[in-house]
């Protein structure tokens, strides 16, 4: 199915995102493109664990997840975060159906690493059947970050890798990344365009770093596949409107001509 729209609403900027926002991702479905919105959530599940006493720590960008853990950040991502942005989605008058991964396999997983991160996990496939017909019925997928492997056990999966990894499943014609920052910055400003291989130099320099690392990983994998670019805009500015380019960092694949100069 052409039109699909990838937009992954990062914890980082859920509260700042406008009624604007939520009506411009339905006009994009009444002007026939096909918006899928995947969202984080972690500011919201530090709180709740912070609340429970449970502690939790980042490896590598990735929350170390144990079995209280999981149980936080489900309750969070599928209750709170979840309900939230569907019901922010139909005050913007569209019809949104909000599931995680797990529901009906829809983000098939397998573990990056039990040891040293316990129940977090990695797309292996997707149930690209599912979203299609709920696209087809004219609803808005909102679709939480919990994936499920082949045993039935739930994963903990990294918003921005979920996202990359359902844009690519799905044959996406956009992915955009809403997030609190105005794009890839530096020195300050954001970069209005860069590409894969000047992606991998800002992370070896260091401009790249915590959060955004999840990011732009997820957009090089999935410019692999079909994307011609990926998005990275501002969550307090981002409006859609088809045929308009929006604020902020366009990550492209470089060139073979560019590659040799
Ligand atoms: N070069 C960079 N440009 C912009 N933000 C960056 C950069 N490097 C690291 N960051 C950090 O990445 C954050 C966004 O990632 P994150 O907090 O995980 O957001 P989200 O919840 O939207 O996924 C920014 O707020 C910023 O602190
Ligand atoms: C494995 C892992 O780290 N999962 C993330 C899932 C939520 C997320 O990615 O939220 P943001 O988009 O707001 O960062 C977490 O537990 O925080």
């Given at each position: 199915m052409s039109g699909i729209v990838v937009i992954k609403c990062g914890g980082s900027t859920l509260a700042e995102l406008t009624d604007e926002f939520f009506h411009s991702v339905v006009r994009l479905k009444q002007e026939g493109k096909h918006p899928i919105i995947v969202h984080g959530g972690g500011p919201d599940i530090n709180q709740m664990l912070e609340t429970l006493a449970i502690k939790s720590e980042f490896v590598g960008g990735l929350r170390k997840t144990t079995s209280d853990v999981l149980e936080t950040v489900e309750m969070v991502l599928c209750g709170r975060v979840n309900k939230k942005l569907v019901k922010r989605t139909q005050d913007g008058h569209g019809l949104a159906v909000g599931l995680a991964g797990c529901d009906a396999n829809l983000l098939m997983v397998k573990p990056v690493d039990i040891k040293k991160l316990g129940f977090v996990g990695e797309p292996v496939a997707v149930n690209t059947e599912l979203i299609l017909t709920l696209i087809d019925q004219d609803l808005i997928p909102v679709i939480a970050p919990i994936g499920v492997d082949e045993f039935g056990t739930h994963f903990n999966v990294n918003a921005d890798t979920a996202a990359g990894a359902i844009a690519e499943a799905l044959g996406a014609s956009e992915l955009i990344f809403v997030t609190?920052?105005?794009?890839?910055?530096?020195d300050g400003l954001a970069l209005e365009s860069v590409t894969d291989v000047e992606v991998h130099r800002l992370i070896e320099t260091g401009v790249i770093y915590g959060g955004m690392i999840p990011k732009v990983k997820a957009a090089l994998k999935s410019l692999k596949?079909?994307?011609?670019f990926v998005r990275i805009v501002n969550g307090k500015q981002a409006v859609f409107a088809v045929g308009e380019g929006l604020k902020g960092t366009k990550i492209t694949k470089q060139t073979t001509a560019e590659s040799v100069s």
């Open positions: 609190d920052v105005d794009g890839i910055l530096k596949g079909s994307l011609p």
